[in-house]
């Protein structure tokens, strides 16, 4: 069983080595070997295996000038450790190194031939089999290039615990150790590379892309991973298509079409370059131009693709590339490569290729000539030949005189990772042949034999690698075995020299900088087009200017938009915003929204016109009030102030003064204590102003309607009293305003809702409720007073002013009443203008009703400024209400009369005779002209009904009428006691207004018709009381007063003097 096992492996590997012949490998013995996969070719010949006969192996076609200085990189860096003293001594390193020719297929064929060597070796068949030509097992491999082919590779591999360590597979599936248990790289993973690009995406402000990848384990990974990015720095994806070396015709047609008709100019390309290669062939025949191209690392220094040819095309592509290195002494290796080596296979199809001739040992049917002739054939351009006969080679060609990419060794970047990748392996050997048993990596901290070394054992010491490269950097894998590495950010230019496409390097990306620090470019370097500084336009749309906002179209991607003008209260300073910012609560945004200003202040303020109009009116007020108690004050002697109750109109003038100067803390700047002052200031002027006003009414009302005024009367009316009313009254508002102020006290308050771009800094009343009671204390009182001044309104007029305390308190209710609608109705400043024009309005109506008629009559008219006007004004009315009485029972006999016998006879007449049967309304007297200036009286006209009195007074001194008042006394008859009350409570004002001396009080009697016999009489009673507290001049008692009635009547009163 066991020989059987051994033939059976014996004709496998037989069977790999008969793949791969001379001219396909390159070999050398040694003590390790080392396997290593490269791309000499792009790709293999499509051949139809019809399986008529044995499939024979595909050939591979387009030589790679590249790939072969990769793999002389790795020759390179062999040679120069076994060439150290120090890295290995005394040990010999060999390699086996195979055409992958850029597929999985052949891939797999020469990892197939490195398993089975391992297989044999491990099976030790050294006893069984004589093997003269034993080649000793691979313990790494180095490779492969493409991340699709490296996945296959790494697959297998990793059954036999191989390490493999590929220096240009960069996708990053690649890095889960659970399925690639063996896989190392020297190149980053696609994951950094994914990221870079979308940040220079973003750099640019482009938003606005498309995407192409190669349908393999590099490209796919690749974009989707960028998709990613790009999602959270809101790019948008206009297409996404995958592309192979493969495709057939139809397939890359529609992608060019797609390509086409993108409004995308920027599209990002994961993909390596023979994938790439139909695609941009195409697209230079239709002649596409204006894009940009953002290429990986696989393509972007790409001889298939960097050509003078496509540059109109793609001459605007920005790629990333591999951090430079430096290999001294690879420049002269690599001119040292000789048609007729013997370790290399792939030296004669390379010396071929270079200078486009075949060497005459070689067949005319060797794979070299089948493949360059395929290649022509194919139009692929794989050799610099124009003729399909290459011409022999005689082996002395200066390799230097032809430029191709294998001596383009200014920028080496993979060849780097390629000599890294050995250095690495290398590295591992070391750690293994210097290691100290008891500190080894193994179990009880063993260590590996070198000279039984297996590739597992390689492993392990790579996963623990560090060590320090020619650079001066330090190496070591990370847990997922890749090495972290910067990118050159590369854009491609035309050589002004030859024409031909350079690399020009215009920034880097550092992955380990912290985010957002991580690229940098220097923009004045790159060309787009391969001459324009101006950055390409690549959105769905236009940016949006500060001041906007971008607004979504409904069913197009969120790159696509409109552009909509930021809301007022809200800015966006920048371009291309996604939201505007709101502005902060005491700023507006300005008129174009780019910025907040300062909201503009607003409140009744003393400078502007409206509140000087307003404090102009307050200061007259004041101005006038104060006048007129300066009046009132210098003329306080005179029967007029005297009889408009001289002490409390001082308190009355004093609480318009106070209502003036309230309204003027409504103006100006609201702060905490003039909002908690004005309110209660105002109140509490008011009432007071209404309580003198309601006290004065009601006292001459009461006083009036009594029938006979006692000392009860004087003394219930004393002015300690009035002023006490007068007080109680203003406590209660005072209580209001306390309570006000204690529960829930007014504040300044800056109020940001009623308009934007305006702040109004008011008064916040704390409690409408308690605003309400206060104002409707006020009203309540001012419509008392209204009532009692109503009902008094026929009284003498010197007494109370009812008609103008009326028309007063009418102004007043108007004024209040229109306010609350007009205060609920209005907002800001203007709240407090319309309480201050209502405190003016009605505090003006106040003063002028009630003071300025008697100020005019003090300053203009002085002669009805006397005792005698005010006197004759009383006894007027006195006349006219006993006139009314008796005309009442006239009327009222004469019914009886005509009902009892309907006599004939002549109804007795009475004291005063009217044509009219009915009772008028009798309007007040007006004082004649001044009777001779020795005797002081007046007369007046009494008109009532349709007759007309003329009423004709005299005065006398008090002193000589003191008998004449005893003598009627005497003659008082009892029906004086039975009068009407009505005539007694109009007697009552002598004493009680103008405070007759004692002993001066007047009589009155009216004689009547001697017919009736009937006679009225007026009579007072003498009041042993001091005088009042008015203190005003004593009355002059009437000497006599005729009464003539017009109406055919007459009626004389004839007075006694005490």
Known sequence: MTSYSCCLILLLFTWSTAAYGPNQRAQKKGDIILGGLFPIHFGVAAKDQDLKSRPESVECIRYNFRGFRWLQAMIFAIEEINSSPTLLPNMTLGYRIFDTCNTV?????????FVAQNKIDSLNLDEFCNCSEHIPSTIAVVGATGSGISTAVANLLGLFYIPQVSYASSSRLLSNKNQFKSFLRTIPNDEHQATAMADIIEYFRWNWVGTIAADDDYGRPGIEKFREEAEERDICIDFSELISQYSDEEEIQ?????????????????????????????????????KIWLASEAWASSSLIAMPEFFRVIGSTIGFALKAGQIPGFREFLQKVHPKSTNNGFAKEFWEETFNCYLPDGSKNSPASTSFHKGHEEGLGAGNGTSAFRPPCTGDENITSVETPYMDYTHLRISYNVYLAVYSIAHALQDIYTCTPGKGLFTNGSCADIKK?????????????????????????????????????????????????????????NVYAKKGERLFINENKILWGGFSKEVPFSNCSRD??????????????????????????????????????????????????????????????????????????????????????????KFRNTPIVKATNRELSYLLLFSLLCCFSSSLFFIGEPQNWTCRLRQP?????????????????????????????????????????????????????IVICVIWLYTAPPSSYRNHELEDEIIFITCHEGSLMALGFLIGYTCLLAAICFFFAFKSRKLPENFNEAKFITFSMLIFFIVWISFIPAYASTYGKFV?????????????????????????????????????????????????????????????????????????????????????????????????????????????????????????????????????????KRRNSLEAQNSDDSLMRHRALLPLQINEPLGAEPS????????????????????????????????PSVNSRNFIGTGGGSVTENTVHS
């Open 1004 to 1035: 009155f009697q009216a004689a009547s018709s001697p017919e009736t016999s009937s006679q009225e009489s007026v009579v007072g009673d003498k009041k042993e009381e001091g005088p009042s507290p008015e203190a005003e001049p004593s009355l």
């Open 681 to 733: 200031a105002f109140g509490i002027s008011f009432v007071l102003c209404i309580s003198c006003i309601l006290v004065k009414t009601n006292r001459v009302l009461l006083v009036f309607e009594a029938k006979i005024p006692t000392s009860l009367h004087r003394k219930w009316w004393g002015l300690n009293l009035q002023f006490l009313l007068v007080f109680l009254c203003t406590f209660v508002q």
């Open 453 to 509: 070394v297996e590739a597992w054992q390689v492993l392990k010491h790579l996963r623990h690698l560090n060590f320090t490269n020619n650079m001066g950097e330090q190496v070591d894998f990370d847990e997922f075995g890749d090495l972290v590495g910067n990118y050159s950010i590369i854009n491609w230019h035309l050589s002004p020299e030859d024409g031909s496409v350079v690399f020009e390097e215009v920034g880097h990306y």
């Open 254 to 290: 529609q992608v060019v079409e797609v390509i086409q008709n993108s409004t995308a100019r920027v599209i990002v390309v994961f993909s390596s370059g023979p994938d790439l290669e139909p695609l941009i062939k195409e697209i230079v025949r239709r002649n596409i131009t204006g």
């Open 105 to 113: 297929s052949k891939a797999l064929e020469a990892t197939l031939s």
């Open 832 to 968: 407090s203008a319309v309480e201050v024009i209502a405190i003016l309005a009605a505090s003006f109506g106040l003063l002028a009703c009630i003071f300025f008629n008697k100020v005019y009559i003090i300053l203009f008219k002085p002669s009805r400024n006397t005792i005698e006007e005010v006197r004759c004004s009383t006894a007027a009315h006195a006349f006219k209400v006993a006139a009314r009485a008796t005309l009442r029972r006239s009327n009222v006999s004469r019914k009886r009369s005509n009902s009892l016998g309907g006599s004939t006879g002549s109804t007795p007449s009475s004291s005063i005779s009217s044509k009219s049967n009915h009772e008028d309304p009798f309007p007040l007297p007006a004082c004649a002209e001044r009777q001779r200036q020795q005797q002081r009286g007046c007369k007046q006209k009494v008109s009532f009904g349709s007759g007309t009195v003329t009423l004709s007074l005299s005065f006398e001194e008090p002193q000589k009428n003191a008998m004449a008042n005893r003598n009627a």
């Open 544 to 633: 949006c200017l500060p001041g906007t906002r971008k607004g979504i179209i409904e069913g197009e991607p969120t790159c696509c938009f409109e552009c909509v003008d930021c809301p007022d209260g809200e800015y966006s300073d920048e371009t291309d915003a996604s939201a505007c910012d709101k502005c902060p609560e005491d700023y507006w945004s300005n008129e174009n929204h780019t910025s907040c200003i300062p909201k503009q202040i607003e409140f009744l303020a003393w400078t502007e016109p409206f509140g000087i109009a307003l404090t102009l009116f307050a200061v007259l007020g004041i101005f006038l009030t104060s006048f007129v108690l300066g009046v009132f004050t």
